[in-house]
T-cell receptor
Framework: EAQVTQNPRYLITVTGKKLTVTCSQN?????MSWYRQDPGLGLRQIYY???????DKGDVPEGYKVSRKEKRNFPLILESPSPNQTSLYFC??????????FGPGTRLTVL | EDQVTQSPEALRLQEGESSSLNCSYT??????LFWYRQDPGKGPEFLFT???AGEEKEKERLKATLTKKESFLHITAPKPEDSATYLC???????????????FGTGTLLAVQP
């Protein structure tokens, strides 16, 4: 089944404790993105990647890191999480310049 | 600044009562406009892509249209299972060509009552 998977689905952590949210897609898509979704603000792009080793900032990259060492994986790293990073996170993938396929989401709470 | 605005924020319909959702956009160069459906606790699910003014796409009870400044999602004779948040997003043409940057609106929460 073609899909985007994210892990973990739910995470509660404390300020400053480094964490990684994994994202994997099995559709051989070149493009992958990370979004956060907050009430009243909608979905905002954090980072995107156009191919292996090619990444670029979205609208809200501060406090986040990404890497794309393999085509199928695009992890999101929070080196020192803060409470304002409490949010619902979505990973997405797409063929070139086309509709994006979203993962199921990761709900992160930073205390 | 590129911007996407959706209206209304929320809409309650009776089953069978047709209506339209609006997505207005301001973007320097439009590569594509996307409609997604999002159910509570799930990721957005792709519905349509529109590329040029005058284009229309249909799927079951949904029809999406595009002008140079806005898009409409028409819902004909909706059913309770159409209840969801409908998101609009635009993909802008960036410097040097197209980008994969999507700008989302905040969505319209649709509730269809039996």
């Amino acid at each position: 089944e073609a899909q985007v998977t994210q892990n973990p689905r739910y995470l509660i952590t404390v300020t400053g404790k480094k964490l990684t949210v994994t994202c994997s897609q099995n559709m051989n898509h070149e493009y992958m993105s990370w979004y956060r979704q907050d009430p009243g603000l909608g979905l905002r792009q954090i980072y995107y990647s156009m191919n292996v080793e090619v990444t670029d900032k979205g609208d809200v990259p501060e406090g986040y890191k990404v890497s794309r060492k393999e085509k199928r994986n695009f992890p999101l790293i929070l080196e020192s999480p803060s409470p304002n990073q409490t949010s619902l996170y979505f990973c997405a993938s797409s063929p070139a310049w086309s509709e994006q396929f979203f993962g199921p989401g990761t709900r992160l709470t930073v205390l | 600044e590129d911007q996407v605005t959706q209206s209304p924020e929320a809409l309650r319909l009776q089953e069978g009562e047709s209506s339209s959702l609006n997505c207005s956009y301001t973007v320097s160069g439009l590569r594509g406009l996307f409609w997604y459906r999002q159910d509570p606790g799930k990721g957005p699910e792709f519905l349509f892509t529109l590329y040029s003014a005058g284009e229309e796409k249909e799927k079951e009870r949904l029809k999406a249209t595009l002008t140079k400044k806005e898009s409409f999602l028409h819902i004909t004779a909706p059913k309770p299972e159409d209840s969801a948040t409908y998101l609009c997003a635009v993909q802008a043409v960036g410097y040097g060509g197209a980008t994969n940057k999507l700008i989302f609106g905040t969505g319209t929460l649709l509730a269809v009552q039996p």
